[in-house]
């Protein structure tokens, strides 16, 4: 068999205007040259859970970044907390005025927009009818959830690709990254979750449309599906049931850690090939009905 011989190739050019990396201060990454200017971010629902690990570790590699949270979110004290390189917008993602707002303070306080994640998100778990209760589901309910995840993410996309689209592109074209959070409930909704599948499912289905819609504008789109992750929602359960979720998961058996999502956030930031996806980030998990 023929020996393989790794062959040195120059690195495509830098995914972002001005060769921004995430990793500043950290290893350069072959794909993204290190820039002192840094990539400014908008993360959605960073106040909490899988937003904030986003928040803290792009602020950590050098990014800036704008918080956008409700009021009563902890959004405001870990923008504090992060300093110079994060601001708060307080906002709701269904209002066009208030998103509208968040990308204002972004520009005025940044200057620019390279990275949007998607993360703000509510959930329910209510049966379409219980006959045990003669309980039927609540249309506003479903309505609620259908407007914060799906129409809330499309919101914050569709206003977030006008800013974005006055970056000048770098040598390939780019001008920045959409990542939306779906979840496997999208592909194996469970008992309850109408609603939340639905929503999700919703994201998934216009992740390629919306890729293909700014592709001429060199605006990347990617939808993360995560499985379960230890946020603030599973955190509060005891451990026992804890420990059960985790061991649904064939591999790795434990809940999903923010900071892996945080992690495939930057991943995906870094490699300008992968758009108009859904990378499934769950251990191999099958959701049970
Ligand atoms: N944690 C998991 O296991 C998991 C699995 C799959 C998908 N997800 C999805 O990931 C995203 C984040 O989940 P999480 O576990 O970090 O939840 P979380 O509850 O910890 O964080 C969600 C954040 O969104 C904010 N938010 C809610 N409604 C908002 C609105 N209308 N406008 C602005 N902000 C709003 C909340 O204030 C909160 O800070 C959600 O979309 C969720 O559906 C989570």
Redesign the pocket.
Known sequence: MAAIRSVKVPGPPSPFPGGVSLFGGGLPSPLTPLSPQGMVALV??G?????RATVERLVERGARAVL???PR?GGAQLARELGESCAFAA????SPEEVGAALALTREKFGRLDLVVN?????IAVKTYNGKKDKVHELEDFQRVIN??LV?TFNVIRLSAQLMSRNAPDADGHRGLLVN?A?VAAFEGQVGQAAYSASKGGIVGMTLPIARDLAPLGIRVVTIA????S????AALPEKVRKFLGQQVPFPSRLGDPAEYAHLVQALAENPMINGEVVRLDGALRMQP
Do not use: I
Not at 91 to 94: F, K, L, M, N, S
Not at 231 to 234: D, F, G, R
């Open positions: 959605t629902g106040g909490s859970g899988l937003g956008l949270d409700l979110s906002a709701d993602v269904t993360c703000a998100g509510v959930g914060v995840n809330g959070t979840s995560p499985g379960l992750f946020t603030p929602l599973l």
